[in-house]
């Protein structure tokens, strides 16, 4: 099997890497949707919807000024991408949406479509549920084209992460620039295998899209409100069925009988019926997005997790402390920190510069905590601003002191973020370092937290006695003894 991690002799296995570990030879099924992000709170996320949004906005506007041959220029660009791997095909990844020879057909369902026209449609995601023969497929190909740019940002990060060479000076493909409000196409670094180009994509933004559906829209929201009317109007389609006294014992409406009398999964129906109960299709959104959660690495890949931890528990011993091996050291943190932190923390970037070169971060996490947990409390209960997460390695053999928490201190901002951590081989003394953390904190420069060996160790431990997310424990106990001192 060709994978990326195999074709590059990276030794990680799916838990330890950010990317989809996609075979270039054949795709993957899942899909890239704009709702996902919708529903996502991390900087990758937020980004690939506002060019998501500006593009789809800006030419449904074009669309119902009448100015049909900007707009149909605008559509000529998404063609069917062969970059991710992702997605379904019966023989080589080849793409099954858009392409340029109906690029017009797309186009012309989309801009003579009456939800398109009623204002119904208001999202990129939302023609998989109005417009007939636009489904997933589609959808995840017109969003890889609009986001090219980022999913190109992604990969160089990602390869630059994993010491992945990359070719210089290629074509990459047309993506929307939202600034503009056009198709740009430059010339950069690329990942080619084979000849051919490749995106990595983020496996916590990939989706078998079973969230937001038509057939679920149509079966758990249309058809249970229709039930529920009639249940209320007490109509010839309510059903009873009694005890043995004769009294009431439950009154139903069947799915059946409503899809056979009153509304069919037919996408033009479903348009009349939206357009008579709107609420319905907000509490769909609504609904939806209270269900989206990041891809688990096993349905990604199935291996022995436990097999993996004492791998990584005995890779870390065998790792000494010092410059000499500063890099395995650094090298084996990304995955550990990926197999532990996924999926609050998503999309490494190694040794980040800040300050137009002047600083560099060892590696940057995004925040993508949903909406609980150690990252997520951060923010909300303790209003310290972490979009992203700093981390230092330090493969020392002495302890950490004052320079390493200045050093830290210095990388943070309002806007990037004022939490970090440190992880390390050992501290002799863990509440004297605490105590630095505190006094940091107090003077308002930002939050520190240490990690060492056996605070890692700990937590594989953990993870594979069955605990889940014992980091959230251990971070918020340290956490507590620095912001109580």
């Known amino acids: ?71 149909r220029a605008n559509f000529q660009h998404l063609n069917e991408p062969n970059e991710t791997c992702l997605g379904m095909s019966r023989r080589s990844p080849r793409g099954r949406g858009v392409g340029e020879e109906n690029a017009d057909d797309l186009f012309d369902s989309i801009s003579t479509s009456r939800a398109v026209a009623s204002g119904l449609v208001e999202h990129l995601e939302d023609t998989a549920i109005f417009i007939e023969g636009i489904g997933k497929d589609k959808v995840s190909d017109m969003t890889t084209n609009i986001i090219r740019a980022n999913l190109i940002a992604y990969t160089q990060a990602q390869c630059a992460l994993h010491g992945i060479p990359m070719t210089t000076d290629v074509p990459s493909g047309f993506f929307w620039d939202a600034t503009n409000r056009r198709w740009e196409q430059v010339h950069t670094e690329m990942l080619v295998v084979n000849y051919k180009k490749i995106l990595l994509v983020p496996k916590a933004v990939v989706s078998y899209v079973k969230e ?76 939806a997005a209270s269900q989206v959660f990041p891809m688990n690495d096993s349905e990604l890949e199935s291996i022995d997790v436990n097999q993996l931890i004492n791998h990584l528990i005995a890779r870390l011993g065998t790792i000494k402390s010092g410059d000499a091996t500063a890099s395995a050291y650094h090298t084996l943190m990304v995955g550990i920190l990926e197999f532990i932190f996924y999926p609050n923390l998503i999309n490494p970037v190694k040794e980040l510069e800040i300050n137009q070169g002047r600083k560099r971060i060892d590696i940057a996490f995004d925040n993508g905590a949903p909406s609980d947990g150690f990252f997520y409390r951060l923010q909300h209960a303790f209003s ?102």
């Open 212 to 287: 937001f559906n038509h057939g679920k829209y149509h079966q758990h929201y249309a058809l249970e409100f229709l039930q529920d009317d009639h249940l209320r109007r007490n109509t010839p389609l309510v059903q009873t069925t009694h005890n043995k006294d004769g009294s009431v014992r439950r009154r139903f409406v069947t799915k059946k009988d409503l899809i056979q009398r009153e509304l069919t999964s037919n996408k033009e129906e479903l348009i009349d019926f939206t357009r008579r109960h709107p609420e319905v299709f907000n509490n769909f959104r609504t609904g």
């Open 384 to 485: 310290i601003p972490c979009p992203y997460i700093f981390i230092e390695c330090k493969n020392y053999s002495k302890d950490i002191r004052n320079p390493e928490l200045d050093q830290m201190v210095g990388r943070f901002s309002p806007n990037r973020g004022r939490f970090g951590i440190i992880v390390c081989r050992d501290i002799d003394d863990e509440d004297v370092f605490l105590k630095r953390c505190a006094d940091s904190y107090k003077d308002q420069h930002g939050l520190i937290i240490p990690l060492t060996d056996a605070d890692l160790i700990n937590i594989l431990n953990q993870k594979k006695a069955g605990i889940e997310h014992p980091e959230d424990e251990i971070l918020s106990q340290k956490a507590r003894r620095v912001m109580n001192s």
């Open 1 to 71: 099997m060709a994978k990326i991690s195999d074709i590059y002799h990276l030794n990680k296995t799916q838990r330890e890497l950010d990317f989809v570990n996609i075979n270039i030879d054949r795709d993957f099924p899942v899909y890239l949707n704009p709702f996902i992000f919708s529903a996502r709170p991390d900087p990758f996320s937020i980004d690939a919807i506002r060019t998501i949004s500006g593009f789809f906005q800006f030419n449904l506007e074009l669309i119902r000024n009448g100015q049909i041959d900007q707009a």
